[in-house]
């Protein structure tokens, strides 16, 4: 079956500009996570849903940043405003409720 | 903050070479994964190790758990120059998010 996936897979947009991030996770699994991670470190956490549960949003860096889940499937990160700092590979992450973590290929966001 | 640490941060070795990195973590677990990373792009899930379990085999993966030291340890035997990537833990407690660790940079040399 077909994996996670994101859309787009690069972003450049200029200081300021609002942009949306897509994430398709694998059909059936609850659980949804969005990471972000910038050039040579670790994943940094983002916001995590888990079924029809309050999504757990404490590693939003800013109130810049949000995320929605509809219907329990496709998720969409925003980021408004964007800044030069904001500039990094935004990983979605999906799984069923417990267990192995499957990554999508992330996006690209360069912010000029 | 990050749950875990991974110790080295970069590790050289020889293809032949066996590959031993390790991970750190703070709070309870019921389970820790091993994550590998090519080019920096998404992850790819190589072991789960729940926390009643000491050690696991995959392959020419080994991994072990401490959970009194809260450590784990990743061992890459006859290790091949497609293992070059990075290597990162992951720690979740029941259904809550999984929290990663800085990394571990493995570059095997042909």
């Known amino acids: 079956g077909a994996g996670v996936s994101q859309s787009p897979s690069n972003k450049v947009t200029e200081k300021g500009k609002d942009v949306e991030l897509r994430c398709d996770p694998i059909?059936?699994?609850?659980?949804l996570y969005w990471y972000r991670q910038s050039l040579g470190q670790g994943l940094e956490f983002l916001i995590y849903?888990?079924?029809?549960?309050?999504?757990?949003k404490s590693g939003l860096p800013s109130d810049r940043f949000s995320a929605e889940r509809t219907g329990g499937s496709v998720s969409t990160l925003t980021i408004q405003r964007t800044q030069q700092e904001d500039s990094a590979v935004y990983l979605c992450?999906?799984?069923?409720?417990?267990?192995?973590?499957?990554f999508g290929p992330g996006t690209r966001l360069t912010v000029l | 903050s990050q749950q875990g640490e991974e110790d080295p941060q970069a590790l050289s070795i020889q293809e032949g070479e066996n590959a031993t990195m390790n991970c750190s973590y703070k709070?309870?677990?019921?389970?820790l994964q091993w994550y590998r990373q090519n080019s920096g792009r998404g992850l790819v899930h190589l072991i789960l190790?729940?926390?009643?379990?000491r050690e696991k085999h995959s392959g020419r993966l080994r991994v072990t758990l401490d959970t009194s030291k809260k450590s784990s340890s990743l061992l890459i035997t006859a290790s091949r120059a497609a293992d070059t990537a990075s290597y990162f833990c992951?720690?979740?407690?029941?259904?809550?998010?999984?929290?990663f660790g800085t990394g571990t940079r493995l570059q095997v040399f042909p």
């Open positions: 992450a999906s799984s069923l409720r417990t267990g192995v973590v499957y």
């Open positions: 059909s059936g699994h609850t659980a």
């Open positions: 992951a720690t979740g407690f029941n259904t809550d998010k999984l929290i």
């Open positions: 849903f888990q079924g029809n549960s309050a999504p757990d």
């Open positions: 709070t309870s677990i019921n389970n």
């Open positions: 190790i729940r926390s009643n379990e």
